[in-house]
């Protein structure tokens, strides 16, 4: 700087410091500065004349992190802080009920069908989360594309809480006398749950392409199996092969209602006309072979809906 100032002869370093100085007789000014001098001053001019305008961002920034905080708040209470506030908070029991996903059928899919089975169970984290009733939950046979999809796509898993993660079958995790398949293929129709057994969810999503596979498992291995009763609450316009997160949360509701009916209409999407059966006759019969949207996504928009 010094040596600069002395290359172009006129201008004392502390004078091209001084903004105010400056400032004072710019034109002047201007043509005795040196470039870097020039560049200098302009830089700080320009910092100056933002000062306002950082302020005013910094205020704003403060104000949306507090806004976000106040959200982030509201959702864990539920709504609004000051009803959540006046709002008893809902006594949650956990049950005693086991509820497996099987996830041994990993290269019997598709990395598309892998991937909406992630999400199905997805959903069965999160609904046993905010259910009333939680369920032991265990995903066994964790392994292969269904994991690579977790680690890939929703790396936070390996924080999930109040869930037992295996890589192990089942079949090695529960005593085989406590175990239940859920199966729709099964000739045994539930009527109610046991809190005592652990009941197994075929973790597949296959549009009916391995029909029977999970009732041929159950038998092989010589455990108890059962279907859900829908065909004596509900008639469905399309077949009586459910997706996973829908058998999971058809359970957790069950808990929560005690009834059948009442846990089935809460929790079928809409599409899949379900209707009381002693209610319209006329109604479509259930088409077994039709394939439905039993293995499409979670189905988040048709509950949504529906509950809302
Ligand atoms: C999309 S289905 C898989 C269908 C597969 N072809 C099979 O043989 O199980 C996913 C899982 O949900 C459960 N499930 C679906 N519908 C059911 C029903 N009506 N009753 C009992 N379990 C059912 C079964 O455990 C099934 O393996």
């Not at 091209?16 to 400032?23: D, H, K, L, P, Y």
């Not at 369920?135 to 890939?152: A, N, W």
């Not at 459910?242 to 846990?263: C, D, R």
Request: glycine content about 4%.
């Amino acid at each position: 700087m010094a040596e600069e100032g002395t290359k172009s002869g006129s201008v004392c370093p502390q004078e091209s410091e001084n903004v105010e100085t400056v400032n004072g007789n710019e034109e002047a000014a201007d043509e005795t500065l040196s470039k870097r001098q020039r560049k200098k001053l302009l830089k700080q001019q320009k910092w100056e004349e933002e000062r306002e305008l950082r302020k005013q961002r910094r205020k704003e920034r403060k104000q949306q992190r507090r806004m976000q905080r106040q959200n982030h708040q509201e959702e864990e209470e539920g709504g609004d802080v000051q009803s959540a506030k006046k709002r008893p908070r809902r006594e949650v029991t956990p049950s005693s009920l086991r509820l497996v996903v099987d996830c041994s059928f990993d290269d019997l899919m598709l990395i598309k069908d892998v991937r909406k089975l992630h999400k199905q169970i997805q959903r069965c984290y999160a609904e046993n989360r905010r259910a009333l009733h939680p369920v032991q939950f265990i995903l066994s046979s964790l392994g292969g594309q269904l994991k690579q999809s977790m680690d890939e796509k929703d790396k936070g898993w390996v924080n999930w809480k109040d869930i037992t993660i295996k890589t192990e079958h089942y079949s090695e995790v529960v005593a085989k006398e406590e175990l239940v398949y859920l199966t729709s293929d099964s000739p045994n129709v539930l009527s109610e749950l046991d809190q005592s057994k652990a009941y197994v969810i075929g973790g597949l999503v296959d549009h009916n392409h391995h029909k029977g596979i999970t009732f041929e498992r159950a038998k092989e291995l010589g455990i108890d199996h059962a279907q859900l009763p829908l065909s004596s609450f509900v008639k469905m316009n399309s077949r009586k092969v459910l997706a996973v997160n829908h058998v999971f949360e058809i359970i957790l509701a069950y808990l929560e209602k005690g009834s059948w009916q009442e846990a089935f209409f809460t929790v079928l999407p809409q599409r899949k006309g379900a209707v009381a059966v002693d209610q319209d006759e006329t109604n479509t019969q259930d088409k077994e072979e039709d394939d439905s949207d039993s293995d499409s996504d979670a189905d988040t928009q048709d509950q949504t809906e529906k509950k809302a």
